[in-house]
């Protein structure tokens, strides 16, 4: 079996090679940071470990044996080797690169990921993105994901998290279907009009429209003609004159300024706080995670 190198036979090794290098214990421990008699003592203990010596020692000089010599090649690759390391963690720590995997619902995927991933390219070229939509929620670490982006409480507790911005739920309608009928004034008239509603797709359940009405928020189920399982196609109904319907700004703004899009009801808006980037523990010190989340924050 062969013999597994100890930890002290490699830091002797590494002292050994600078030693080597520099020509003095004095100038090896400067440039390791350490003391000369902690180089000296880890040379000697190596010299005992290997059963040579390495060095002829005078009070003026520090020169290698024969042996030594032969060694020294060996030693300074691994000198080499290990400031390569050294450089590659530092450059990692500094500069983002690699694959990022980022997991959110098509909605936040649309909205509020796709339209910084130009700006973050530039910033950071050597990143390349692997989004994945889906209104499943996946398991970030078992999925191998580096960072998520979700809406709604969070229930994963092994996760790190941050708030982003907050946005608001309001009702919308198009210019056409506001031509045919008045607009509501109050939630309680949203009976007498055409809604368009939402089903989610993982439980089934009917979207409750939250109205803020005084100090509290309440909710309201209305009586939709039309409803789907996917909230771009609500915007894409209500654009087309289909009625009311209730969305997140995030998704809605673009289609208000377009003119496709009137938001109403606009003195019941509820604002949420609950749009929040995730990642796992082990991703706290990874540079790309670290960027793409100053990217989500700085162009909110």
Known sequence: MTEQIGLDRLTGLIAFARAGSLGSYTAAARSLSISPSAVSKSIQRLERQLGISLFTRTTRSLTLTSEGQDLYERALRLLRDAEEIEQAAKAARCEPAGTLKIAASLPIGLHVIAPRLAEFRKLHPKVTIDLRLSDQMVDLIEGGFDLAVRI??????????????????????????????????????????????????????????????????????????????????????????????????????????????????????????????????????????????DTLTRTQ
């Open 152 to 293: 709604g409480d969070l229930a994963d507790s092994r996760l790190l998290s941050r708030r982003l911005s907050p946005h608001r739920l309001c009702c919308y309608a198009s210019p056409g279907y506001l031509a045919r009928r008045d607009a509501p004034t109050h939630p309680d008239q949203l009976e007498d009009h055409e809604t368009v509603s939402m089903r989610y797709q993982n439980s089934g359940q009917i979207f409750r429209w939250p109205f803020r009405m005084r100090d509290r928020d309440v909710e309201v189920v209305p009586s939709s003609g039309i409803v789907v399982d996917s909230s771009e196609a609500v915007l894409a109904m209500v654009a087309a004159g289909a009625g009311i319907g209730m969305s997140a700004s995030f998704m809605a703004d673009a289609w208000v300024a377009s003119g496709a899009l009137v938001p109403v009801l606009v003195h019941y808006v509820v604002e949420r706080h609950n749009i929040t980037a995730v990642w796992p523990e082990s991703r706290r010190s990874n540079p790309s995670v670290r960027a793409f989340l």
